[in-house]
Every structure is written in structure tokens, then in C-alpha cells.
């Protein structure tokens, strides 16, 4: 598990809960200042300013890389049964230098035997209701620092959610069994359910890329652009993301193909 989290979602166990490098606490993205010093920083790192332009993709960009931490949230408990830690105080944050991040935290609980079926979809559900109550202040705070829309931060959020699920289900060497199969689509029916939502929900309606010569597995398209084309220029400019609604479709093939 824990080489799968690092490889595909940049996130460490963190072994000891005092143990660390990484120079920055969820809190402080909690705190006005420390919170301004690196969206700063992340800033400058992608040749964006937090106090002109491209501030608002800062901020974008921000939701779209932290749902990283969120996949690796997911992925630990819908493939290994295990729950990791959303306490601020226990997650940590690196900058990469290109304006990404890493995660640490600790591992919380693991389900050695695999838990009871009812027993899992209470820990599941759980799990997913202290999310939202990391995720919200988090998304609200960089919001208010950077000018962007938290809806549209919580939809970009809400998109890796999706996707990570769709891919799941979809690709027999991630679920190998029957048994774990039925577990992911349990975990994504209780994190894409609607019922009882407010504003901030993982299950907005998203479409689905439609090309007669796309065979490929599901793939969802995103509501809001994350604004990377905003990062550098010339030869070094981003451009529009494969999920990106300001692609068009002759495009979208191209690139998924190319993938």
C-alpha cells in the first residue's frame, strides 16, 4: 500500500507522528499568514502572482492538487482497507519546487481481517463525513487568499473523486477479486451519494467523453477549466488538461490516444 500511495498520489506514511520534514501543517493553510507565505510561494513556482494575475488559478490549482491527498485518502480504504489520519495537525505539506505538492500522515486504523460488511460501510461513511470536514475550511481558506470560486475548486475535487472510482471499477488489475470489486462500488455508492448533501459534494453531475473512436474506459470531463493553461508561456505554456471542458473533442481523442 504504501508504495502504491507514493507512486501514483506523491503521499507517505508517516511513521512517527513528530517525525517529519515537510515544513508545512494543514493548519497553516488555516492561518492567514502562514497561508499567504505559501500560496506565495506555490505562486511563484508556477510564475503566477497571489496578488495579480493568474491569483485565481493559484487557487484553482491548488484544489486540483490536494485532491491528490483526497485520492490517497480513498484508495487506502476502498483497496486496503485502511484509514488514514485527517487531522491538520497530523498532515503534512512539501512543495516540489514546479508548484505541486507532496502529503504525509499517519495511518490511522487497518482492517487486518477485512472488517464486517455493516461495520464497513459505517467506517466508509465515516470516513467520508471527516473529509468534508477537512476539506471545506481548507478549500474556503485558499479561496478567500486567492479569489477563486470554491464551487469551482470543490467541483475540481469532486472530478478526481469521480474519475479515481471510474478507474477502479474498470481496470481488473486494480480490483482482482470479486470481493473487493463489490467493496469499491459499495465505497463509491456512499461517497457519490446525494442524499443529505449540502453545497460541497463529491457526487456533481459530470459528462462522460462520447467519441465514436473512443474505446477506451470511462472518462469524465471536467465542469471548470483549473486555469493551467495560465502557467508559464511559450514553449514551457501548460495548455488545456484531457478533462478540460475549452477542449474539443477532435482534441481530446488525440491527446487520450497519445496517453
Known amino acids: 500500500m504504501s508504495e502504491v500511495l507514493q507512486?501514483?498520489?506523491?503521499?507517505?506514511?508517516?511513521?512517527?507522528?513528530?517525525?517529519?520534514?515537510?515544513?508545512?501543517?494543514?493548519?497553516?493553510?488555516?492561518?492567514?499568514?502562514?497561508?499567504?507565505?505559501?500560496?506565495?510561494?506555490?505562486?511563484?513556482?508556477?510564475?503566477?502572482?497571489?496578488?495579480?494575475?493568474?491569483?485565481?488559478?493559484?487557487?484553482?490549482?491548488?484544489?486540483?492538487?490536494?485532491?491528490v491527498l483526497v485520492m490517497?485518502?480513498?484508495?487506502?480504504?476502498?483497496?486496503?482497507?485502511?484509514?488514514?489520519?485527517m487531522v491538520d495537525d497530523d498532515i503534512r505539506l512539501a512543495l516540489n519546487g514546479s508548484g505541486g505538492m507532496r502529503y504525509e500522515t499517519l495511518l490511522e486504523k487497518t482492517f487486518l481481517e477485512g472488517p464486517d460488511p455493516v461495520q464497513r460501510r459505517s467506517e466508509s461513511t465515516l470516513l467520508k463525513k471527516r473529509m468534508l470536514l477537512h476539506l471545506v475550511p481548507v478549500l474556503r481558506?485558499?479561496?478567500?487568499s486567492t479569489g477563486?470560486?470554491?464551487k469551482v475548486m470543490w467541483s475540481l475535487v469532486a472530478h478526481n473523486v469521480q474519475q479515481l472510482y471510474a478507474r477502479m471499477i474498470n481496470d481488473q488489475r486494480i480490483w482482482k477479486t470479486?470481493?473487493?470489486?463489490?467493496?469499491?462500488?459499495?465505497?463509491?455508492?456512499?461517497?457519490?451519494?446525494?442524499?443529505n448533501e449540502n453545497a460541497f459534494t463529491f457526487a456533481m453531475k459530470l459528462n462522460r467523453f462520447d467519441h465514436p473512436e473512443w474505446q477506451g474506459p470511462p472518462f469524465l470531463?471536467?465542469?471548470?477549466?483549473?486555469?493551467?493553461?495560465?502557467?508559464?508561456?511559450?514553449?514551457?505554456?501548460?495548455?488545456?488538461?484531457?478533462?478540460?471542458?475549452?477542449?474539443?473533442?477532435?482534441?481530446?481523442?488525440?491527446?487520450?490516444?497519445?496517453?
Open 7 to 67: 507512486q501514483f498520489f506523491v503521499t507517505t506514511i508517516r511513521a512517527d507522528c513528530n517525525d517529519s520534514k515537510y515544513p508545512f501543517r494543514v493548519k497553516d493553510l488555516l492561518d492567514e499568514e502562514k497561508r499567504d507565505l505559501i500560496l506565495r510561494e506555490q505562486a511563484m513556482q508556477q510564475g503566477l502572482q497571489l496578488d495579480g494575475k493568474g491569483s485565481v488559478a493559484v487557487g484553482t490549482l491548488f484544489a486540483k492538487r490536494y485532491s
Open 72 to 85: 490517497a485518502v480513498i484508495s487506502a480504504f476502498s483497496l486496503y482497507d485502511t484509514t488514514l489520519s
Open 141 to 144: 481558506a485558499v479561496a478567500i
Open 148 to 150: 477563486a470560486s470554491d
Open 178 to 195: 470479486d470481493q473487493r470489486l463489490a467493496q469499491i462500488k459499495e465505497d463509491q455508492s456512499i461517497w457519490l451519494d446525494e442524499q
Open 221 to 259: 470531463i471536467r465542469r471548470y477549466c483549473c486555469l493551467a493553461y495560465q502557467v508559464g508561456d511559450g514553449s514551457h505554456t501548460h495548455g488545456y488538461c484531457n478533462s478540460c471542458p475549452k477542449l474539443d473533442s477532435e482534441s481530446r481523442l488525440h491527446n487520450l490516444l497519445q496517453e
